[in-house]
């Protein structure tokens, strides 16, 4: 491959993802094509050359990226037919398309976990509401949609048989409720030579009515042996996969400490936000080491972090004001991360700010108050 | 003032400082304009509007501030009337015009150190070769240029009379030789509301031959005493001043461990960049703190942090290479910091490493590592 400044990289998606990766690719001189289809995308002001255009269409897609060296995703929703055709003509596409094409759909990931002996909780196929319906299957249970869920969208819970007529009626796969004590997460890395490392696994809190993650916690508190398992069951995900880039992987800790892998991210992802501030390498470093097949960085923690998603506040839409930013910086080891959305709406990801101290408790304490006082209105 | 996220600032200078702060910037959603004469200079594609026109030219400057609501610099040659018309008509500028005239000119500076006893070393005045000439100053002394030096430049040591025929022959000032030990630099910052904070003192080896910065050491390991001495110092200065923003306070610390102070820069500094990796805001958060009168960041240190500058090399212009980028990102802990020039030439600033350590040997350890193997070429 050419050296790192001489690369020209695309990225599929011009979100907050994208946005962070940039902060970092600058620090290399790479020199960045984005593709989104929204005019007013994070990164459009931010990289050395914007495309507006859909990541669904074939044509779009391979124009981007045909005269680029290296493609990589900020968004797993994208043509897949175009980037194989953009490998054959030797761009390089990383993470490869082939996992890309796996990760798209919830299904075959199950798939793969079952066929790997990645523990994952049981699960089955549906085509149909219908299907559904006449599987019988134990309630409580979980519905997925097997293409296109993200952030919490595309999941329902299915209590009992009167929710079936709410159920998704896509193909989907129903999954039995985990009853978990915490929900936690990898990142895992490996660049083309086959080197491998792990970020420190994390601990997340949901909002339960809309699914984001709301609160998370690194490094985790739990045994060495359960973070071992986790970072053991992350490694063997990527070498089984073979993947180049990161990989996030998010898992259900069950009461009885058992793990159950739960979905995978093949890109930067929420739960490794923290690592910009609380890690020697950020997830967005070791993304861009990864795709370079440049040596990995230092994973370790520098400190304890937390990380709260800034979503837009309910009952408010139009343009976005951040209130309590003053407030918030008051504190010491207070970092704001704001997406550069020009509007907000209810539960919009519009930032994220990530907490420091030395002291755990100290940390959460200053997380509670930051969560408190920060608020996206219009 | 407006909002943060709402605030138009400009920035005159785009280059490796203006890149950082941009970098910063994006955290915080500024919407940022760059003023910089040449039309590939590093902020070029990372900014939302980047102008290429004269610094020290009136017009340029008044039109490419007076739609902007907050003006700053990344570079003290700048036109100081346009920036006070431009205060007149409601636009804020931080610094403060009257500072960076202030600064501009070494001797103004030296004059300011005198009348607010500020420590420094003994100097007098000069409008021409022929007035330094007849002025019959003790051997050896150091010329400075009144006027746009930087980087080394605009600067001479006069050993002997034989010198003398070489020396500068523009308004200087000649300054008496100082035996130091160690050259030391404090930044310092200052908001609106006047909150002040110092980042610990650091430690600098400069490279004889063109007087650059070679190695920085952050923190010091001088005695108590004396850290206090030089943050007292440069807080001095920063509030005699009233600026609003960064300032840079070089100073020396002499044999008899003493401090005099050599110059300033009110904007983030070289002697500064450590503070990225390692301390818990980096110079370059704080000065956009600063300058939007938000509280203060953190300046306590991380971890040992070495800085290096990443220099041409001798004998090599033309597109710039780097090699060795893979050998040094094998060490943890080390930050490379490409600054986005395409054209190497032998000392010219392409980019720093910082190095991170617990341990202030191996951190040393390893920067030596990394001098050694690092190299701009083309």
Chains 1, 2 share one sequence.
Do not use: W
């Amino acid at each position: 491959m050419k050296s790192i400044t001489q690369t020209r990289l695309g990225i599929l998606g011009g979100g907050q993802l994208g946005r962070m990766l940039i902060q970092e690719a600058i620090n290399y001189n790479i020199s960045i094509s984005i593709l989104d289809p929204d005019p007013d995308a994070p990164c459009k002001n931010i990289c050395d050359h914007f495309e507006v255009g859909s990541l669904g269409d074939y044509e779009t897609v391979y124009q981007f990226g045909k005269n680029l060296d290296l493609l990589t995703i900020e968004i797993e929703k994208v043509n897949i037919e175009a980037l194989e055709d953009l490998e054959k003509k030797g761009v390089v596409v990383y993470p490869q398309p082939r996992i890309i094409r796996l990760i798209q759909d919830k299904g075959l990931q199950k798939q793969f976990f079952k066929e790997n002996d990645i523990p994952t909780s049981h699960f089955q196929l549906f085509n149909s509401r219908e299907q559904l319906k006449a599987a019988n299957i134990h309630f409580p249970f979980i519905q997925k949609l097997r293409r296109d869920g993200y952030d919490g969208k595309g999941v329902k819970k299915i209590a009992d048989a009167n929710d079936l007529d709410e159920a998704f009626d896509k193909p989907s796969l129903a999954e039995k409720l985990v009853d978990f004590e915490k929900e936690i997460a990898v990142i895992v890395a490996r660049n083309e030579d086959g080197e491998m490392t792990t970020f420190p696994m994390v601990e997340m809190d949901f909002n339960p009515q809309v699914n984001l993650v709301e609160f998370l916690i690194s490094p985790s508190e739990y045994h060495f042996d359960i973070q071992q398992m986790a970072e053991n069951i992350a490694k063997k995900i990527a070498s089984s996969l073979k993947i180049v880039g990161i990989l996030a992987v998010e898992m259900f800790l069950t009461k009885d400490h058992q793990i159950l892998v739960n979905e995978l991210a093949p890109r930067p992802h929420n739960s490794g936000h923290q690592t910009i501030e609380g890690n020697y390498t950020s997830q967005f470093e070791q993304h861009l080491r990864a795709i370079f097949n440049l040596p990995l960085g230092d994973t370790r923690c520098l400190t304890n972090a937390i990380m709260i998603n800034l979503l837009g506040e309910e009952g408010y839409e139009g343009i976005a004001e951040y209130e309590g930013l003053e407030e918030i910086l008051k504190k010491d080891g207070v970092y704001v991360h704001l997406y550069g959305k020009k509007f907000t709406k209810p539960f919009r990801k519009m930032g994220h700010i990530t907490i420091v101290d030395e002291n755990r408790e100290k940390a959460i304490e200053k997380a509670k108050f930051v969560k408190e006082h920060i608020k996206v209105k219009a």
